[in-house]
């Protein structure tokens, strides 16, 4: 069984900054991606951003230049550094892995439970 847990939205005033945190905790083998995707009531959900187990990075459109995604050494946590924030930014932030979970491929991918950011002000 793996968990998602996923830490650091608030309020913020626009122009500012916000870093969120995903960690992973389990029977966790091995790690094919982890990421970021949001969600508002009148959009379906949408990527942020997604890094790859060899660190490749990949943003939405809406984000690129403003977004920095990582994961620390182990990568069992995934940050989404955010700056410049909009208050189109505000939405439901959700952490999105999938990982290895034995040594015959078998994976687990799934979601955290989602952590609110309003950038207004």
């Known amino acids: 069984q793996v968990e998602l847990v996923e830490s650091g939205g608030g309020l913020v005033q626009p122009g500012g900054s916000l870093r969120l945190s995903c960690a992973a905790s389990?029977?966790?083998?091995?790690?094919?991606?982890m990421g970021w995707y949001r969600q508002t009531s009148e959009q379906e959900r949408e990527l942020v951003a997604v890094?790859?187990?060899?660190?490749?990075?990949e943003y939405g459109d809406s984000v690129k230049g403003r977004f920095t995604i990582s994961t620390d050494s182990a990568k069992k946590t995934v940050f989404l550094q955010m700056d410049s924030l909009k208050p189109e930014d505000t939405a439901v932030y959700y952490c999105?892995?999938?990982?290895?979970?034995?040594?015959?491929?078998?994976?687990?991918?799934?979601w955290g439970q989602g952590t609110r950011v309003t950038v207004s002000g």
């Open positions: 389990g029977s966790i083998f091995s790690t094919n991606h």
């Open positions: 999105n892995a999938e990982f290895g979970i034995d040594l015959v491929g078998s994976t687990w991918h799934g």
């Open positions: 890094i790859s187990r060899v660190g490749v990075p």
